[in-house]
């Protein structure tokens, strides 16, 4: 098992839910942490909760939103600790409707320019100091919305499966280069995103139960410590056990269609 004591860390939408979680797990771990968010008060109270405990985390204020945040706020994670070892791309934001119509245009640019842009932005500022260390591991959050229909917002599944489609491509390209690349793809889990939720999906989600924000950092300090693991995307959801279970999403399926040719 790979130790993560004294490496470097960035989570992003670490003020709340998963990525607070996983930013405290971490550096549990003596990870140095970047806790980097729009909501500059939250994301204050995520460093003094880790730093309570006695982690090491500072803060680093970014509105995905702006094309060219995700340099500034890797550049700034390098000056602070010297460089990084860790990418948790985690913010988004989740805006739903109920039918096809009402989501307009710039709800759709919004949610693809956070949820999905600034993920390969995080990407494309953080291989440079990952190289300079040797390696490094990035763990993007998707979301089951990317493997099944998701009717409460186009641009949210589309995003999430685009999330799906660039860690897979990443994967195979990075990894000479000792840089490892998953994707999550949690089921519901218990956080403030939810509160965007339209009534059909929180009612279908209150009979499957949903996750803890800790169940998906436990994923996360896995596959940051486990540097024989393969690129893998995988499922988080809760089993019928009530217990968490974590899932290796394998190769797509293939079926033959006769009578066209
Ligand atoms: N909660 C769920 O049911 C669920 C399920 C599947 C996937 N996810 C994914 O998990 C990740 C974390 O979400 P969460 O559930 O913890 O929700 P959350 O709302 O608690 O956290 C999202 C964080 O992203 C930050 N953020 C939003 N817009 C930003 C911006 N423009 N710039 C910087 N930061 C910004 C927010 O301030 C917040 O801290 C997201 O990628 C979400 O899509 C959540």
Not at 41 to 60: D, K, N, P
Not at 201 to 209: E, F
Request: charged share 20%; aromatic share 4%; glycine share 10%.
């Amino acid at each position: 098992m790979y130790s993560l004591h004294g490496k470097v860390a960035l989570v992003t939408g670490a003020a709340s839910g998963i990525g607070r979680a996983t930013a405290q797990m971490l550096a549990r771990q003596g990870m140095r942490v970047v806790v980097a968010d729009v909501q500059d008060a939250l994301g204050a109270e995520t460093v003094a909760l880790i730093t309570r405990a006695g982690g090491e985390a500072s803060f680093v204020h970014v509105d995905l939103s702006e094309p060219g945040s995700p340099h500034a706020m890797i550049d700034a994670a390098v000056q602070r600790y010297g460089g990084l070892d860790l990418l948790h791309n985690n913010a988004a934001i989740l805006r739903t409707h109920d039918t096809f119509d009402p989501q307009g245009e710039e709800q759709w640019r919004l949610m693809l320019e956070i949820n999905l842009n600034a993920v390969y932005g995080g990407c494309r500022a953080a291989v440079p100091a990952m190289r300079r260390r040797g390696g490094g591991v990035i763990i993007n959050t998707a979301s089951m919305a990317a493997l099944t229909p998701y009717g409460d917002s186009m641009a949210y599944a589309a995003a999430k499966g685009g999330v799906l489609a660039l860690s897979r491509s990443m994967a195979p390209l990075l990894a000479p280069e000792n840089i490892r690349v998953h994707a999550l793809c949690p089921a519901g889990v218990q956080t403030a995103i939810l509160q965007h939720s339209t009534a059909r999906a929180t009612a279908a989600r209150a009979v499957r139960g949903v996750l803890a924000p800790e169940d998906i950092g436990r994923a996360v300090v896995y596959l940051a410590q486990h540097d024989e693991v393969e690129p893998l995307i995988m499922i988080l959801r809760r089993g019928d056990s009530g217990k968490p279970e974590y899932i290796r999403v394998g190769a797509y399926a293939e079926e033959h269609i006769s009578g066209i040719a």
